[in-house]
């Protein structure tokens, strides 16, 4: 078969930053769209025409797609042509992949399934989640993956801030659990994804999504490791990278106070996990990491012995410039860390949070933490950070996580 929007419905399970983005993108492509979501209070304001995330212009999106009558949002699965899980893959607190959200979704989906139908796992999945959870569980006795029912994976590649553009323009990898299970999902992806659309079977595109932000984590803890090196030093990190990567086959990313959001700070657990005994590079690049946090509380510590109870100026708490993602943010972890050591007084400041997101302490304005703190800590750098005078900066006591004071 080939899809077309006006004779196609599709149920989208998740409506969180990737599946209210893809759905409302659907709406506007001509599908009749359903989301589903187990939370009432954002079914109820999508149907309003309101959003529960912040993403630039998802806003409108949804407000014109609801408003046309081809997207709605419900507590329960309806019965549909295609159906797209979106739900949250987080891990436990050993780095085990947490896979009830799936597993839940597609014993749901177990009860409206019918011939002809496909299915596709967006959420990025552990290696092998798409055959062995959602094409067993899914799919209603008597039918045949491949045959009569369609399984697939295509793991999201999009970048908060930029989701509307990007869902639509990067090329996609398509896993079919068979051949003709990638070929049909592959046709689906063509009819609203403008970049290259490349298929291949579930397992490898599962790995794929997998890879791709382990390299970058890998690379990232590199960076990491290199500033701890360079402090020590007494040279600038950042400059050392940036004369290394004029190599023309050199790329080091850049340092941070950690590494954060839902994709790189938990995917390369998933390979660990699969191949413990495999992956010691993998699982030693998270551990750095994952350490950068106690090692920047380490440094404020130390300054914080010359003053008498200091103030402490903390700017970010998302994990991420410009953007409101508080999820797995070291920067939050940090000011948490500083509260729990009680080494002076903290003073928050981050324009994109409000007091309903974080209501651990006082949100402060810029202005005002600059006036009353003697240590000012930079944790994520948000445009309005760039911009504070060099003056003001000369009589503070700095650390600067993420180099844009240099």
């Known amino acids: 078969m080939t899809y077309q929007p006006e004779s196609t419905k599709i149920c989208v399970l998740g409506l969180g930053y990737i599946g209210l983005p893809t759905a409302s993108v659907l709406a506007t492509k001509g599908y009749q769209v359903c989301g589903v979501d187990v939370h009432s209070h954002v079914v109820e304001t999508i149907n309003r025409g309101e959003i529960h995330i912040e993403e630039p212009d998802l806003d409108i999106v949804v407000r014109s797609a609801v408003g046309s009558g081809r997207l709605c949002a419900s507590n329960t699965v309806q019965e549909a042509d295609i159906y797209m899980i979106c739900v949250p893959t987080p891990t436990n607190v050993d780095h085990s992949p947490d896979l009830s959200y799936v597993e839940e979704a597609s014993r749901t989906l177990r009860q409206v399934v019918k011939k002809g139908d496909l299915i596709i796992l967006e959420s990025t999945s552990p290696p092998k989640t798409t055959r062995e959870i959602v094409?067993?569980?899914?799919?209603?006795?008597?039918?045949?993956?491949?045959?009569?029912?369609?399984?697939?994976?295509?793991?999201?590649?999009?970048?908060?801030?930029?989701?509307?553009?990007?869902?639509?323009?990067?090329?996609?990898?398509?896993?079919?659990?068979?051949?003709?299970?990638?070929?049909?999902?592959?046709?689906?992806?063509?009819?609203?994804?403008?970049?290259?659309?490349?298929?291949?079977?579930?397992?490898?595109?599962?790995?794929?999504?997998?890879?791709?932000?382990?390299?970058?984590?890998?690379?990232?803890?590199?960076?990491?490791?290199?500033?701890?090196?360079?402090?020590?030093?007494?040279?600038?990190?950042?400059?050392?990278?940036?004369?290394?990567?004029?190599?023309?086959?050199?790329?080091?990313?850049?340092?941070?106070?950690?590494?954060?959001?839902?994709?790189?700070?938990?995917?390369?657990?998933?390979?660990?996990?699969?191949?413990?005994?495999?992956?010691?590079?993998?699982?030693?690049a998270r551990e750095v990491n994952d350490s950068k946090p106690d090692y920047i509380v380490r440094r404020v510590e130390a300054l914080a012995k010359q003053f008498n109870r200091p103030k402490i100026g903390c700017l970010g708490l998302t994990y991420k410039p410009d953007v409101d993602d508080l999820r797995c943010s070291p920067s939050l972890e940090i000011v948490r860390k500083l509260v729990a050591n009680d080494i002076g007084d903290i003073l928050v400041c981050d324009p994109l949070i409000t007091e309903e997101q974080f209501s651990d302490l006082p949100l402060f304005s810029l202005e005002r933490l600059l006036e009353e703190s003697q240590i000012l800590v930079l944790l994520t750098d948000h445009k309005p950070f760039y911009n504070i005078p060099k003056n003001i900066l000369q009589e503070k006591v700095i650390v600067d996580s993420r180099g844009i004071w240099r």
Not at 145 to 167: K, Q, S, T, Y
Not at 171 to 197: H, I, L, M, W
Request: with cysteine.
């Open 135 to 284: 094409a067993k569980l899914a799919i209603p006795e008597g039918l045949t993956v491949g045959g009569d029912v369609f399984v697939a994976h295509c793991p999201e590649r999009v970048l908060p801030g930029r989701i509307l553009l990007e869902v639509v323009q990067n090329d996609r990898v398509v896993g079919g659990v068979t051949p003709n299970c990638a070929q049909k999902a592959k046709e689906f992806y063509e009819t609203f994804v403008s970049g290259n659309v490349y298929a291949t079977n579930d397992l490898a595109a599962e790995v794929t999504k997998l890879v791709e932000n382990s390299f970058r984590d890998v690379n990232i803890a590199f960076a990491n490791e290199l500033s701890i090196l360079a402090e020590r030093w007494g040279i600038d990190a950042w400059e050392v990278i940036e004369l290394a990567n004029r190599h023309p086959r050199v790329n080091i990313l850049t340092p941070g106070p950690g590494v954060g959001g839902h994709c790189i700070s938990v995917d390369p657990w998933f390979l660990v996990h699969s191949e413990p005994d495999h992956t010691p590079l993998i699982r030693t």
